[in-house]
Nanobody
Framework: QVQLVESGGGLVQAGGSLRLSCVASGRTFMGWFRQAPGKEREFVAAINWSGSNTYYADSAKGRFTISRDNAKATVYVQMNSLKPEDTALYYC????????????????????WGQGTQVTVSS
């Protein structure tokens, strides 16, 4: 069982930055997803256990950076140049048995989810 707790969300003006954190109880591949009101949950970024491989949605490339500090059991996503369309509830997640590496972008292969942290970007 993996327990996940996110933090770091808030209200920021367009062009600003936020860093989200996720404390994870287990050693695992980790992903970040987001869900805006009325929209489906979408992939944002992911990172493998060692941190040697990172993956990003097109919307996040060049603006977001995912990283981890395994000594602190924490995964981060640094979000820069935020836009109003980044407004959403952000979740960190850990995959289950359906995960095989290449399907990291699918929310249905993640079995463990945090409670979410709200990010609101004002224009």
């Amino acid at each position: 069982q993996v327990q996940l707790v996110e933090s770091g969300g808030g209200l920021v003006q367009a062009g600003g930055s936020l860093r989200l954190s996720c404390v994870a109880s287990g050693r695992t591949f980790m992903g970040w997803f987001r869900q805006a009101p009325g929209k489906e949950r979408e992939f944002v970024a992911a990172i493998n256990w060692s941190g040697s491989n990172t993956y990003y949605a097109d919307s996040a490339k060049g603006r977001f950076t995912i990283s981890r500090d395994n000594a602190k059991a924490t995964v981060y996503v640094q979000m820069n140049s935020l836009k109003p369309e980044d407004t959403a509830l952000y979740y960190c997640a850990a995959p289950g048995s359906r995960f095989y590496g290449d399907n990291y972008y699918r929310s249905d292969v993640y079995d463990y989810w945090g409670q979410g942290t709200q990010v609101t970007v004002s224009s």
